[in-house]
């Protein structure tokens, strides 16, 4: 199959007054993350890459195949791209049953109904979903129907993964889960494997390669590192600047690799994500006074001119980022290696649960 040479794409939509005009790769055994606001084309990109939506111009070609070009009069159809797409609300058909809906792709390449049969329930036992096999679409949860949107896509043994906003139908209990089920079967994928998703959780927890999409256009890529050390547009910096810290909580703390941070939710136990907004933490001279319940004694490692703010690199225990205007960093002498106390509310801090793994 061409898929071991990944994607080759430039995306031209126009549609609705919207302009869209991007270039997407995605490397083999690799996955790549679209982010952007809200209207910047990130699905538009996931229905014209599966070819429910014609280019105007550019191309795509996933391997050695030309599947898109209007300039050379090609469009394949989308049941021949072998391209497998998990929806935001998964789009599995109503009238059939589970095990039905995951044989489709199977059957629709030419397979006994017995043999569709058979690939279907290995991928739902793969996927933890062999139970709803009976099923229809109308009796799943939200994370019951992702899961068998995915075991849909995989089963017909595409080319090429497209996931647009898989989780975000699926409640916060269930998230952790099927978050850890896709990483799983994304890492198990040797083909190019494309997440849409405006959680900067997701994308930096589930993708190897960034894609920032605004207002149509491309305006950055990188590695989710490269992203959040060096943003390039404001909402790039906003973006990156969650941070992410995973540890065990028990009794409002959460030990993250020996330090103790303390959560406003004390009944949450076990394994979870903590994610705090670089604004959320302020900075002090001394041991500060007051209600923040997380304060500790650090240096700072970096310090990075974003115009109008400042982003601020944390050394250990917590290596954070932190954002503060200029007139802070001129007042408290903000420098690499100067020590400071940082300061966080346990209510400005967001928890998850985290599946290990």
């Known amino acids: 199959m061409g898929a071991s040479h990944g994607l080759d794409a430039r995306v031209v939509v126009r549609r ?10 995605a490397p083999a055994g690799v996955t790549t993350a679209l982010v952007g606001p809200n ?3 990130k699905s538009t990109v ?11 111009g550019g191309h795509v070609r996933l391997g050695d195949r030309l599947l898109a ?12 791209r072998s391209i497998g797409v998990v929806f935001q609300d998964g789009l599995l058909f109503g009238h059939l049953s589970v095990l ?19 690939t279907a329930r290995e991928w739902l036992d793969r996927l933890g979903a062999s ?6 679409p109308g009796e799943l949860s939200g994370g019951q129907t992702q899961r068998v949107a995915l075991a ?3 089963a017909a043994h595409p080319d090429l993964l497209l996931l647009d906003e898989p989780l975000a139908s699926v409640d916060v209990t269930g998230r952790a ?3 850890r089920t896709i990483a799983d079967h994304l890492e198990g994928f040797d083909g190019p494997r494309i997440l849409v998703t405006h959680d900067p959780t997701e994308a930096f927890l589930l993708a190897d390669l960034v894609h920032v999409i605004e207002d149509g256009r491309l305006t950055q890529v990188g590695t989710p590192d490269e992203i959040r050390l060096h943003p390039r547009t404001r909402y790039a910096a906003d973006l990156a600047g969650i941070n992410l810290l995973k540890g065990n909580a028990t009794g409002g703390l959460v030990d993250v690799d020996g330090h103790d941070v303390h959560i406003a939710d004390t009944a949450v136990t076990g394994q979870v994500l903590l994610a705090i907004h670089p604004t959320a933490i302020a900075l002090h001279e001394q041991h500060p006074a007051g209600s923040p319940r997380n304060t500790w004694s650090t240096t700072i490692a970096r310090v990075e001119d974003l115009g109008e703010r400042v982003r601020v690199l944390l050394a250990e225990p917590l290596p954070l980022t932190v954002e503060v205007t200029r007139g802070a960093v001129d007042a408290l002498g903000l420098e690499p290696g100067r020590p400071v106390w940082p300061a966080i509310k346990a209510t400005e801090i967001r928890v998850t649960p985290n599946e290990p793994g």
């Open 39 to 41: 209207g910047a084309g």
């Open 131 to 136: 139970t709803l096999a009976s099923r229809l």
């Open 100 to 118: 039905d809906n995951v044989g489709f792709g199977p059957r629709s390449r030419g397979a006994s109904r017995a043999a569709a049969g058979a």
């Open 69 to 80: 070009d209007p300039v050379a009069g090609i469009d394949v159809p989308p049941a021949d």
């Open 177 to 179: 889960a099927l978050r």
């Open 46 to 56: 996931i229905d014209a890459l599966a070819g429910l939506v014609p280019l105007v």
């Open 16 to 25: 609705d007054g919207f302009d869209l005009d991007v270039l997407v790769t």
């Open 152 to 154: 849909r896509a995989l």
